[in-house]
């Protein structure tokens, strides 16, 4: 099942469900859509059906009107509809029939739990190839809606167009959201417009376009470029900043290094005196105790042929 949710900022909402239609009528006169025709389902007339690839491909379903004689609720109407003029599976799947409830606002408010379960019983009904339903999410309490999301497919949102999102001007944005197998959600956005004619303009939003305008349609391509080069980011670099400050750089080349004791003429250790930094003294002999940040290191080699400098692994005689 799949929904369409628009609310109060939605702008030309109906035309981007009409473009919605349009396109689902065409998938099934093309045999695309594993169905043989579209079921549309509200309480009253719909204006749906005047699209322009005309009612033949259409079967409305006017839950407000008695079925067949007998007073039935909205939600008893399409169970009705289903089981009395829908073909059997047995018939193919190019004989089952797409349901577009319009909407299930209407259905959620004549009776919500009546309207959610018959979500439900629509998913997992075999003569039905998908269920598409339209909800005005601002007109519902924030549960109804995420139970409503929890049994869907997809969702499709009209939202209002972002200040600023694009240098062209866009009534709004889609924005598709599957989900997969896996439980992970896929998300696309566009920008859509409505032409003069009533027809629907869609184009793809790129991630770089959702805040940043194209300078190169503002400014002239050379300065579009030179901010397009600006934007691109070094993959190398990730999160981390390799480059040093130049106090960063100052402290650096202020660290003294571990030194190597070699052939300075003393015998041991004890014959090592620690060396004053600039604007320090050293302890004299009978204070007993090294000054705080005094010190040195003693590095004693294995033997005379080893090469401080070297690159080889101390550690490769070991048979590990």
Request: aromatic content about 4%; hydrophobic content about 40%; proline content about 5%.
């Amino acid at each position: 099942m799949y929904t369409v949710e628009d609310n109060v900022d939605s702008v030309r909402s109906a035309a981007v469900v009409n473009g919605v239609i349009d396109e689902l009528c065409m998938a099934v006169q093309r045999r695309r859509a594993q169905a043989g025709h579209i079921a549309v389902a509200a309480l009253g007339g719909s204006a749906l059906l005047s699209s322009q690839y005309g009612e033949a491909a259409f079967m409305q379903v006017d839950c407000c009107q008695a079925a067949r004689g007998r007073s039935l609720a909205p939600t008893e109407a399409v169970q009705s509809f289903l089981a009395e003029e829908c073909a059997p599976i047995q018939a193919g799947p190019t004989r089952r029939t797409v349901m577009v409830l319009d909407s299930l606002s209407a259905f959620l408010f004549w009776d919500a739990a009546q309207g959610l379960q018959l979500l439900e019983q629509l998913t997992r009904e075999p003569r039905l190839s998908a269920v598409l339903a339209l909800v005005h999410t601002d007109m519902h309490p924030a549960w109804e809606v995420e139970e409503v999301r929890r049994l869907t497919s997809g969702t499709l949102e009209i939202r209002a167009a972002q200040d600023g999102a694009a240098p062209r001007r866009a009534d709004g944005t889609l924005v598709l959201s599957l989900k997969r197998r896996t439980g992970r959600m896929r998300v696309e956005k566009e920008e859509y417009r409505v032409l003069p004619d009533g027809s629907l303009h869609r184009s793809p939003l790129a991630p770089a376009d959702a805040g940043i305008p194209a300078a190169g349609a503002l400014h002239g391509t050379a300065h579009g470029s030179r901010v397009s080069q600006a934007r691109q980011v070094d993959p190398v670099r990730g999160g981390m900043r390799l480059s040093l400050t130049d106090t960063e750089r100052a402290a650096r080349n202020g660290v003294v290094l571990p030194w190597e004791h070699s052939q300075a003429g003393c015998a041991s250790q004890d014959d090592l005196q620690p060396v004053a930094l600039p604007g320090q003294r050293v302890a004299p002999d009978d204070a007993g105790a090294t000054p705080a940040g005094m010190g040195f290191i003693l590095y004693d080699r294995d033997s005379d042929n080893d090469d401080v400098d070297s690159d080889e692994d101390p550690d490769d005689d070991l048979d590990v």
